[in-house]
Nanobody
């Protein structure tokens, strides 16, 4: 299983970035996909998730600025980040999770991509 993130980089406050995560080795369409982030000295936190049915959830601090979407044909999940703030600076990780009847959990992570918001 591989989750490969791309699209990170340096951007000025107020700018935009789109992160992509390409998955292989899983039946992508049945997994809940998510984006997490970890800033220096802080714990990893949930940013956004999207279920196999397309239902989305975003943490309060990014609502109205970030959008998560998925393309099952391309086995890719996206995070569109607009109006970026310095506090969005972190390593962003892609996650794929599948829970089967509460008895088995499949949980995979990408290697992370750095997002730096700075002037």
């Amino acid at each position: 299983v591989q989750l490969v993130e791309s699209g990170g980089g340096l951007v000025q406050p107020g700018g935009s970035l789109r992160l992509s995560c390409a998955a292989s080795g899983i039946i992508f369409s049945i997994y809940t996909m998510g984006w997490y982030r970890q800033a220096p000295g802080k714990q990893r936190e949930l940013v956004a998730t999207i279920t196999s049915g397309g239902r989305t959830n975003l943490t309060d601090s990014v609502k109205g600025r970030f959008t998560i979407s998925r393309d099952n044909a391309r086995k890719t999940v996206y995070l569109q980040m607009n109006n970026l703030k310095r506090e969005d600076t972190a390593v962003y990780y892609c996650n794929a999770v599948l829970v089967i009847a509460t008895t088995k959990t499949y949980d995979y992570w990408g290697q992370g991509t750095q997002v730096t918001v700075s002037s």
